[in-house]
T-cell receptor, first 114, second 114 residues
Framework: EAEVAQSPRYKITEKSQAVAFWCDPI?????LYWYRQILGQGPELLVQ????????DSQLPKDRFSAERLKGVDSTLKIQPAELGDSAMYLC????????????FGPGTRLLVL | AQSVAQPEDQVNVAEGNPLTVKCTYS??????LFWYVQYPNRGLQFLLK??????LVKGSYGFEAEFNKSQTSFHLKKPSALVSDSALYFC????????????FGKGNQVVVIP
């Protein structure tokens, strides 16, 4: 069964450093999402891609966060500089184009900023 | 904008008893409804969805959910809970148009007591 891949699984960094997370969606899934999940809360959308284009980044803190999906396949989310409040789980998800299709999640990257 | 309410923070149930996790939603147009489960330090796993058709939807691990349009509800149920069902459960809704984002509830912690 195909899965969404993410790396690293865990990341510890100091504030003001740069961090990057990688996601490889399920093959054939045109839509890719990055979410942030604070402990004990539901996921919050950061950015949505349709192929290589950003279709929703209204919740992305653009002064420090950036995301790209250059070839419309895998994607990278970057934080520079990291702040203490960025400590969270970062989840990647993907689905086929139709809104009725299921959105599948990767295992996530747990970030701790010290 | 679409939204989900999961009114209970935690649901406690004895092993072998029926389990119900409540969800109500708000969305423009016909809803696409989803349930996910999350275990500690893991991504969200898809359980089931309602798109159209029969109001009773059956999913993974013996879970089912009933769509009630008049009450705008989509409660998750399992006839006989297992200790391994202890996890965090999220309800989510998306509208049928364009790139509407998937809106998640805050989650319900389910504790199955042996």
């Amino acid at each position: 069964e195909a899965e969404v891949a993410q790396s690293p699984r865990y990341k510890i960094t100091e504030k003001s450093q740069a961090v990057a997370f990688w996601c490889d969606p399920i093959s054939g899934h045109a839509t890719l999402y990055w979410y942030r999940q604070i402990l004990g809360q539901g996921p919050e959308l950061l950015v949505q891609f349709q192929d290589e284009s950003v279709v929703d980044d209204s919740q992305l803190p653009k002064d420090r966060f950036s995301a790209e999906r250059l070839k419309g396949v895998d994607s990278t989310l970057k934080i520079q500089p990291a702040e203490l409040g960025d400590s969270a789980m970062y989840l990647c998800a993907s689905r086929r184009g139709d809104p009725a299709e299921t959105q599948y999640f990767g295992p996530g990257t747990r970030l701790l900023v010290l | 904008a679409q939204s989900v309410a999961q009114p209970e923070d935690q649901v406690n149930v004895a092993e072998g008893n029926p389990l119900t996790v409540k969800c109500t939603y708000s969305v423009s147009g016909n809803p696409y409804l989803f349930w996910y489960v999350q275990y500690p330090n893991r991504g969200l796993q898809f359980l089931l969805k309602y798109i159209t058709g029969d109001n009773l939807v059956k999913g993974s691990y013996g879970f089912e959910a009933e769509f009630n349009k008049s009450q705008t509800s989509f409660h998750l149920k399992k006839p006989s809970a297992l200790v391994s069902d202890s996890a965090l459960y999220f309800c989510a809704v998306r509208g049928p148009y364009g790139n509407n984002r998937l809106a998640f509830g805050k989650g319900n912690q389910v504790v199955v007591i042996p």
